[in-house]
């Protein structure tokens, strides 16, 4: 997908992650000291490389490496909720989708560009016509991504417990996001 974000004038882009292209950009982001403590995936390189194979072979998710101005800088994982851990803490409807994200890069931290690749990926995730809700989990800690998740039309509903951290339950439904976002054109949409 690639598309202007008419307010900031970037240009953003996913294009899905590729074990051959991306191993070493992907394990170098997962080593950033802002990254670690909330993905704690700051493997070796062998071991990274075996949990991203794992990763790239689940079919209930596909990941993607999102880029501003054909630079690439971020990292999301878009998944079915339904065959996630994610459905056991809540009430999901069958095409439920949820999202992970990352900026690796910490020269692209502080820019402003959360909020208009949030909005994006959210977007086209809602092209699924089916999927009435995305759901997002982030570490309660991490105070400005919920404040961005919130920003983009996500809404807190509980604090849960997972396996790997404590999580800030949200929702993002349709009607919400579309009537908070109504003058975002993404038209000229393309795969690349």
């Known amino acids: 997908m690639k598309l202007i974000d008419e307010e900031t004038g970037y240009e953003i882009s996913f294009r899905q992650v590729k074990l051959e292209d991306d191993l070493e950009r992907l ?10 403590p909330f993905w704690k995936q700051n493997f ?5 490389k075996a949990h991203l194979q794992k990763l790239l072979c ?3 998710q596909t990941l ?9 800088m971020s990292y999301w994982e878009c998944y079915w ?24 890069p910490k020269e692209f931290l502080g820019k402003g560009l959360a909020l208009p690749f949030l909005r994006a990926m959210t977007a086209f995730l809602f092209q ?12 309660v800690r991490n105070e400005k991504m919920i404040h961005i998740f ?3 039309g996500f809404e807190a509903q509980n604090e849960i417990e997972l396996p790997d951290k404590r999580g ?24 690349v």
């Not at 394990?27 to 802002?34: D, I, K, L, M, V």
């Not at 699924?128 to 989990?137: C, L, M, N, Q, Y």
Request: charge should be negative.
């Open 168 to 191: 800030l339950l949200m929702f993002c439904e349709r009607a919400t996001f579309f009537r908070r976002w109504k003058d975002v054109n993404f038209t000229g949409q393309q795969h």
């Open 81 to 104: 909720t339904k065959d996630d851990i994610i459905a056991n803490y809540y009430q999901l409807e069958e095409e439920d989708q949820g999202i992970h994200l990352l900026f690796g």
């Open 64 to 72: 993607y490496i999102g880029h501003v101005n054909g630079e690439p």
């Open 58 to 60: 689940d079919r209930h």
């Open 27 to 36: 394990h170098y982001w997962h080593n950033q000291a802002h990254v670690i």
């Open 150 to 152: 919130k920003k983009c």
């Open 128 to 139: 699924s016509e089916g999927t009435s809700k995305i759901v997002a989990e982030p570490d």
């Open 44 to 48: 070796p390189l062998l071991d990274y």
